[in-house]
C-alpha cells in the first residue's frame, strides 16, 4: 500500500481538522452549554478546560499558532487523564479501558503529533 504515502499531507491534514473540531465542540458544551447536560460554573477548572478546548480545538482546526495550540491543548489532556480517570485507590490504575480514559489518552497523543508537525496543508499560518 506504499501508494497510499503520497497522500499522507492530505489525510494528515484532514485528522487535524477532524480532530480541531471534534475537541471545540467538546469545549462548546463545556462553556457555551450546547447539547449539554450540565455545564460547569464559570472560572471552574472544568470551565477553563472548556475555554481551552473550545479556543485550542479552533486554533488547530483552522490551523493557526497550530503547534502552540496542540501543545497546551495535549497537555490538557494529559492533566485530564491523571486527574479524573487514572483513580488509584480503586485499583482501576493505568488501564484507560476501564477507567474511561481512552479519548482522553488519544487526544493527548494525536495533538502531541500534531504539535510536532504542525499545520502543513490546509492551515492559515503555513509556518504551523
Given amino acids: ?18 480532530a480541531g473540531f471534534m ?50 491543548c495535549s497537555g490538557e489532556m494529559a492533566v485530564a487523564y491523571f486527574q479524573f480517570h487514572w483513580k488509584f485507590q480503586t485499583g482501576q490504575m493505568l488501564f484507560p479501558a476501564i477507567n474511561k480514559g481512552e479519548l482522553a489518552v488519544l487526544y493527548c497523543f494525536v495533538f502531541l503529533m500534531i504539535a510536532c508537525r504542525g499545520g502543513v496543508k490546509w492551515c492559515v499560518d503555513k509556518k504551523g
Fill in 1 to 18: 500500500m506504499k501508494w497510499l504515502g503520497k497522500y499522507w499531507d492530505y489525510a494528515y491534514a484532514l485528522l487535524r481538522i477532524v
Fill in 23 to 72: 475537541f471545540a465542540f467538546h469545549g462548546a458544551q463545556k462553556v457555551l452549554g450546547l447539547f449539554a447536560t450540565m455545564q460547569p460554573s464559570v472560572g471552574s477548572q472544568l470551565w477553563i478546560g472548556g475555554v481551552i478546548e473550545l479556543v485550542g480545538g479552533l486554533l488547530i482546526l483552522i490551523g493557526l499558532q497550530t503547534r502552540l495550540a496542540a501543545f497546551i
